[in-house]
């Protein structure tokens, strides 16, 4: 699963993905930046404690530090063909907003930034539904498709985000072979100076977002670069002199890994304590051939725990005891947290 980071040159989109990667990647300039983040995840951290595991695996999230939105006049953004195409390629976006004066002294304006990066992802769908409807007026058949795509397109022309019209999970399917960039999922984080780091996000970009379906959230990227050099035990002191409960890096992964919609199933033992992300809605049968081909073709059945029921208890044979151990088939719709052991023949 990837996540692509996008927004206007001059926003510290790569100072962002420096600090939450631990990276130190230059400007991206034409090409890419890659990193991959663990989910911090406190279920991961509890069990490991219980088992005393060799090893300890957390859920991982891929993010792409994608060249910027060119500036045009009047401070519009341009997305040219390529870094439409480079946008496609991920599964969630993340826009970086500048909430800092720029180089000359300019006061930062994000809900602008944010309305004229909004108009080129709805632009940049339009045009491709246009040239699909084009396509289809020479082609039988596609009814279902046609009709649909005719009735965003108004939408579209409004700067309407496809995100926000609530489409139905069969005209999502329909439309992913598009990779329509306005129905992406979307973070939005302004980039804050480091004195308003524990300041809340102003409205009008809590607002911005809103309208556009999207989350949002603030954060300095030059502080969370200085906190990631710190040692684990310092760090919560440096928080709480802030006045911040946690790192908005933790806050930012998490949002991350929900706006992508997973969740966690946990798997434990000796040999490891382990996080599996799966997408919401993943059936108990391709959840175990996440785990291993074998296990899927093989199923038997899953045992299940709920995460909070094992916490309570302390152990998987005084769950077993209180009849919170759970036998579940094939379509079983595994929930994040479930703690599940499978039992399979090959």
Request: proline share 6%.
């Amino acid at each position: 699963m990837k996540v692509g980071l996008t927004g206007f040159p001059g926003a510290g989109k790569t100072t962002v993905f420096n600090a939450l990667t631990g990276l130190h990647a230059a400007s991206a300039g034409p090409g890419l930046n890659l990193g991959v983040i663990k989910v911090p995840d406190a279920r991961v951290d509890a069990l490991a404690a219980i088992y005393h595991p060799r090893k300890t695996t957390y859920a991982e999230v891929s993010f792409v530090d994608f060249p910027p939105a060119r500036s045009a006049p009047e401070r519009r953004t341009v997305l040219d063909a390529a870094t439409v195409a480079q946008l496609r390629d991920a599964d969630a976006l993340v826009e970086v907003v500048r909430g800092f004066p720029d180089v000359a002294g300019a006061p930062p304006t994000p809900a602008a930034d944010l309305e004229g990066f909004a108009a080129e992802l709805v632009l940049a769908d339009l045009a491709v539904i246009e040239k699909r409807l084009e396509r289809l007026k020479k082609e039988k058949g596609h009814e279902r498709e046609r009709a649909l795509l005719e009735r965003l397109a108004p939408s579209l022309e409004a700067g309407t985000p496809l995100r926000t019209l609530g489409l139905a999970p069969e005209e999502r399917a329909l439309l992913a072979g598009f990779a329509f960039l306005s129905l992406r999922p979307l973070l939005v984080v302004l980039n804050v100076p480091e004195a308003a780091a524990a300041v809340p996000l102003p409205e009008e970009v809590a607002a911005r977002a809103r309208a556009e379906g999207a989350e949002a959230m603030a954060l300095s990227a030059r502080l969370e670069a200085e906190i990631a050099e710190l040692e684990p035990a310092d760090r919560d002191a440096f928080l709480a002199d802030l006045g911040l409960a946690e790192s908005a890096r933790a806050r930012f992964i998490r949002a991350s890994y929900a706006l992508l919609d997973l969740i966690s199933f946990l798997t434990t033992g000796e040999d490891e304590c382990r996080a599996w992300p799966i997408r919401r809605g993943t059936t108990a049968l391709k959840a175990a051939g996440k785990v291993h081909s074998d296990i899927e073709r093989g199923f038997i059945r899953a045992e299940v725990i709920a995460y909070d029921e094992f916490m309570r208890l302390g152990s998987e044979a005084k769950c077993r005891e209180a009849g919170k151990l759970r036998l579940e088939g094939k379509d079983y719709v595994v929930q994040d947290g479930d703690i599940v052991h499978f039992r399979f023949a090959v």
